[in-house]
């Protein structure tokens, strides 16, 4: 999928505004934007994916078709920072997106879509719980976050689940995985079944990347299930 771009300077177009500041605007207008936050500058940009080489004080609206955005970002002293971000519709505000808080996954309710990905003979789905299940020798399930999830600030990941034999791998990558592969491990773990499916991976050198929960190969005469409750940056 292509990256779309859409940058500004204060004003996003007709009717649209965008304002930054810790304390709510004083006079606001139809369809502003407010973003929460000291230290953001004029410049701001609605994106699929983080831009490359922003100045200071850039804001970043990670956005998809379905929303004006998901998440909000500052770039501060190298790094994104998130903020809440709220729109002045019908007379009061209403929030956009509010400060990342670390959760990626809690049983059903999630920081962002996720992505499955199967190959021979595995079943996967996404609520109430992340599960994969393969029941052939060969066969693999992939979940993944469908962006690529902000890490800076953050230093592991935890995964809460539970396995019915077999190994599974927790990673972060650089790239979305494709065809039943992994590819461009930044950073990953095995979670076994004597851990029961349950761990932490050090994400500390990480400013950002896919988090992807793999499950298999299976085996000819196993079932492997795993089935995963929460995901969560602290």
């Known amino acids: 999928m292509g990256q779309c771009f859409l940058y500004g300077n204060g004003s996003a177009g007709t009717g649209l505004t965008i304002v930054s500041g810790l304390t709510e605007p004083v006079k606001p207008k139809e369809n502003m934007i407010w973003v929460k936050s000291d230290k953001a500058g004029k410049k701001y940009v609605f994106a699929e994916v983080f831009p490359e080489a922003p100045a200071d004080g850039t804001i970043v609206f990670l956005s998809k078709a379905k929303s004006i955005a998901y998440s909000t970002y500052v770039f501060t002293s190298g790094a994104w920072e998130s903020v809440e971000a709220s729109m002045y519709v019908g007379g009061k505000w209403v929030t956009v997106s509010t400060a990342f808080d670390g959760v990626l996954y809690d049983a059903g309710s999630r920081y962002d879509e996720w992505n499955a990905d199967a190959s021979v003979s595995a079943q996967i789905s996404r609520s109430p719980t992340l599960s994969a299940i393969t029941r052939a020798e060969g066969g693999v399930g992939i979940l993944y976050t469908e962006n690529k999830v902000p890490i800076d600030g953050f230093t592991t990941l935890h995964i809460n689940g539970n396995t019915g ?44 990347g896919y988090v992807v929960l793999y499950c298999g190969p299976g085996g000819s005469s196993f079932t492997y299930n795993f089935n995963v409750s929460k995901v969560w940056l602290t």
């Open 165 to 208: 034999g077999g190994g599974y791998k927790a990673y972060v990558t650089s790239e979305p995985p494709a065809a039943g592969k992994v590819s461009g491990v930044l950073a990953s773990k095995t979670l076994s079944y004597n851990s029961g499916g349950s761990g932490e991976l050090d994400v500390s050198a990480i400013s950002d």
